[in-house]
């Protein structure tokens, strides 16, 4: 039982370039989470999905895409990476309140 | 509306000298309450969470809170630190009005301990 897996685990992008972020979970969760940690801001929800098929905008959903077309998997997508995309990803997922992470992509945008 | 505001950004404390991490929220529901721990360069850790059961909540590595409605507070407490609990932590509040329950987090307090 991997629990919460995040792929991959370091990025350099140059700006404009694309890139997707991949997670998986296998707890069967229904609902799973896509957030970004930048320095004393604590976590921010970007994109959130309450089942297989479902996405849906959080706090900070600008210049990001999410698909769900699984339940196990839960992709972040940048179209056109800027600098302020800088941040560490951290997925999540939960059956109910406690939501489980996982161990973050750090991404950089030069 | 929900929000979270932890008091201290940065904490210090020497090894067996007892942790004080404080917390104060706002919730129009009544609130799940959870904190979260970061060791470096790691993901998140759930330490304990209060769900409106006992108001004082005993969670891993001998970490321990209590819920007090009419402080709104939510501290995080422990006797005696030790070098490993050198980390970050998050003190959140689930939106338990919504089916999503979605969380709410804290800027986040970085806890140091010193030999």
């Known amino acids: 039982n991997a629990g919460v897996t995040q792929t991959p685990k370091f990025r350099v992008l140059k700006t404009g370039q694309s890139m997707t972020l991949l997670c998986a979970q296998d707890m069967n969760h229904e609902y799973m989470y896509w957030y970004r940690q930048d320095p004393g801001m604590g976590l921010r929800l970007i994109h959130y999905s309450v089942g297989e098929g479902t996405t849906a905008k959080g706090e900070v959903p600008d210049g990001y895409n999410v698909s769900r077309l699984k339940k196990q998997n839960f992709l972040l997508g940048l179209e056109s990476a800027a600098p302020s995309q800088t941040s560490v990803y951290f997925c999540a997922s939960s059956l109910s309140e406690t939501q489980y992470f996982g161990p973050g992509t750090r991404l950089l945008v030069l | 509306a929900q929000s979270v505001t932890q008091l201290d950004s940065h904490v210090s404390v020497s090894e067996g000298t007892p942790v004080l991490l404080r917390c104060n929220y706002s919730s129009s529901y009544s609130p799940s309450l959870f904190w979260y721990v970061q060791h470096p360069n790691k993901g998140l850790q759930l330490l304990l969470k209060?769900?409106?059961?006992?108001?004082l909540v005993k969670g891993i590595n001998g970490f321990e809170a209590e819920f007090k409605k009419s402080e709104t507070s939510f501290h995080l407490t422990k006797p005696s630190a030790h070098m490993s609990d050198a980390a970050e932590y998050f003190c959140v509040v689930s939106d338990r009005g919504s089916t999503l329950g979605r969380l709410y987090f804290g800027r986040g307090t970085q806890l140091t301990v010193w030999p």
């Open positions: 209060y769900t409106s059961a006992a108001t």
